[in-house]
């Protein structure tokens, strides 16, 4: 059997490094895993984690670079077949497929680990930012940001496009809080007494999908507002603008369908 050169034993401890990292930053949590339980993860010792990274820190900040670059590039690739398609039909993107794209490295079984751990690192990038991780989500987050903001635009035209900043930063907030959650005494599982629970992916994508087009697709104050006449009249007849604001979340070039019918037949799909 031929035998490794220098280059590729380099090669391979790095990236048993890099496995085993994510392995265990995803299991036990970032702060929670050893230099001395890693390496003997990877099989390596500690001074080759120190020659391939440097430290702990940027292995980590390796870890989130290439975390981002592979889940914002399946969703970004995603979204602009989903764009295609809507452009060549002549009609608005669907905005439940818009968030379903978004949501599926979190939700999906099959790429959740790596999801998870990645909302750990965007959390930890807000709460302890270094120029590294500030770097990786300028480079790998914000165009992908970007990109989501315009099709969202698209797919809701009745509301104001410079809502959309702020509802894409709620939209990510809400998922990375309720996916990091995810210890067997997750809050919303005490909240419940058990009957809502984190690891209940389908029910979790149901929901949260539920909660986010709705928030997304929800009309502005100046939606119906045309006179101040208008707004009373509104504001008198609960009913009647419940009517209203239901039929103007719909966009007019697109069938209306269920929501959770299409989030929970995507993610079980997938």
Known sequence: MRRKTPMEDESDSKSRIMAAAVELFASKGVDKVSLRELTAQANVNIAAVNYHFGSKESLVEAVFEA??????????AELERLLAAAAASGAAPELEEIVRIFMHPYVDPASREKGGLLAQMILKNRLNSTPMLARVVREHFDPMARRFIEAIRLACPQVDPDEFYWRYMFMVSSIVLTVTDSSKTNRVSRLSGGKA?????????????RFITGALRA????????????????ASTPATDTASATAVSAPASTPASSPDASLVSSSASR
Do not use: F, I, K
Request: aromatic letters at 0%; proline letters at 5%; a negative charge.
């Open 67 to 76: 975390l981002a670059r592979e889940v914002n590039g399946a969703r970004l």
């Open 197 to 209: 629970d984190v690891d209940d992916t389908a029910q979790m994508a149901q929901v949260l999908g």
């Open 219 to 234: 009309p502005g104050p100046e939606c119906g507002a045309g006179s101040s006449a208008a707004s009373t009249s509104a």
